[in-house]
């Protein structure tokens, strides 16, 4: 489904600005919140699979599991965080996580350094042991639900999709879990380091890492080999962190190269002009908009400055003009006294 922009929900409280993405769990909107003033995101829940959508008790025991999550104060989770349905749709809202997801900041040509793919990973693996009490059920490993922010070095996790409820305790499926979490993280170290999704690969994981990072530690081989698409890991997160290298055993992330040298530009100068976007009706005054660039980039064109008038053209005609009056005065004079 697509919302329009200036859609409402709640009686008025949401307001959508606009379509952000679609991900692993289902389409993202830019929304304010006109009853604080606050830009967040909205996320529909259900769309790419409507037919699998859980019962109406186990939505709202998702919807409690999301409040509890925002209680923890992690600063791995959003710190809002919720969920409601409206017109027999499923939404999740959520605060805006600082930087990108993975998946836009991480590419084959720019993987993160070992050093920074190791201390993200640690840091989810603590968030996910702290979230274990509540539980794991519905939980999205991928790229695109891990935001991270090179600057604050700030990781948020935001993939909690609605599904149905956790099998009951006792029963072996809480091993089973914590082993697709296992397998969820070594998916996502492979991705941090090669830039490459893991599930696309045949040949072990750590082979293609070692291709990039050939003075890694040994014991790295271990863990990525418990990610294996064809095996399932039966270890707990603690046990497959205690395989990862600790950070002093890992060589230094690279120094930044220089940013290229800006050129002079050849053309007539520029001036910028901004467009004028349509917004949706809400309360003054307003927040700016969240200035993300790789999401809601402020809408702008560049247009040629009008190209300076010479005046030396115009005045070599007039110069031209009074020496032709002269000469034709000179000649009528001359054939007056002949």
Known sequence: MTLAVGTTLQKGTYVIDAWVAEDTIGPMYLAM?????????????????????????????????LGQVADLKNSTFPPRLGGFEEEGVCYQSLSIPPGAPLDRLVTTATPLPARTSLALVRQLIQSLQALHPLGWTGLRLTPDQVWYSPEAQATTFVGFDLIP??????????????????????????????????????????????????????????????GHPQQQPTITLAEWEALLPAADDLPSDPLPGPGPTAKRPEAASTVVVARDRPRPPVSDPRPSSPRTESHWPESQVLAPSPPKRSSTPALALVLTGLMATVSGLGVGLYARLQ
């Open 165 to 226: 409820g956790a099998a009951p305790a006792g029963t072996g499926q809480e091993i089973l879990d914590e082993g697709t979490l296992v397998q969820g993280l070594s998916y996502l170290l492979y991705f941090l380091l090669t830039g490459q999704r893991a599930e696309a690969t045949k040949a072990p994981l750590s082979v293609e890492v070692r291709r990039h990072h050939p003075s890694l530690p040994a014991s790295l081989d271990r863990a990525l080999e418990l």
């Open 33 to 65: 919140d006109v009853s604080k003033g606050q830009w967040i995101q909205l996320r529909v829940l259900g769309s790419l699979a409507p037919q699998a959508l859980p019962d109406a008790a186990d939505r709202q025991a998702f919807y409690q599991y």
